[in-house]
């Protein structure tokens, strides 16, 4: 009968360790940022998002989550940029969140001008409308956007 010994490295519950707290770190950064970033859409968009979403309205539900699926791409791409470093990735991802927030704020509301989409109207339907979809889409275009520019 053979004995198999495993031991871990010497570096192991340090590397452990600082793969934990990054992922703790990224958590509230992300999670900050997507919180603004629904701050500066409620508060951009005409009428109460944050009521029209617990009201179950469905358009804003949609335009809500496209906002927060945008604002996870940047905070991806940031980390991913960040090649292993942790603090210039924290960095990284917080302002270039801040940049991807007034980006989308900014070019969401240019595409509803462009479009003549009423988005107050739209997010205060009880049904599912497509103009959202446009409203979505540009979200997570400019999302795509952002991310790909921070590489």
Not at 7 to 31: C, K, N
Not at 81 to 95: I, N, T
Not at 96 to 105: H, K, P, S, T
Not at 121 to 134: G, Q, S
Request: proline share 2%; net charge neutral; glycine share 10%.
């Amino acid at each position: 009968m053979t004995t198999t010994v495993v031991a871990l490295g010497s570096d192991y519950w340090s590397t452990l360790g600082r793969g934990v707290s990054a992922i703790v770190l990224y958590a509230i950064v992300g999670l900050a940022l997507m919180v603004l970033g629904f701050f500066a859409i409620d508060w951009t968009t005409p009428g109460a998002l944050r009521t029209l979403v617990r009201e179950g309205r469905p358009n804003a539900g949609v335009v809500t989550a496209s906002g927060m699926v945008s604002m996870a791409l940047i905070v991806v791409l940031a980390i991913y940029a960040s090649s292993g470093r942790l603090l210039e990735g924290l960095v990284y991802s917080f302002v270039f969140g801040l940049v991807g927030i007034a980006a989308q704020v900014f070019s969401v509301r240019f595409v509803e001008l462009v479009t003549g989409i009423d988005i107050g109207e739209v997010l205060a339907r009880d049904k599912f409308t497509p103009e959202v979809l446009v409203v979505a889409a540009a979200h997570l275009a400019l999302g795509l956007v952002v991310a790909v520019a921070i590489l």
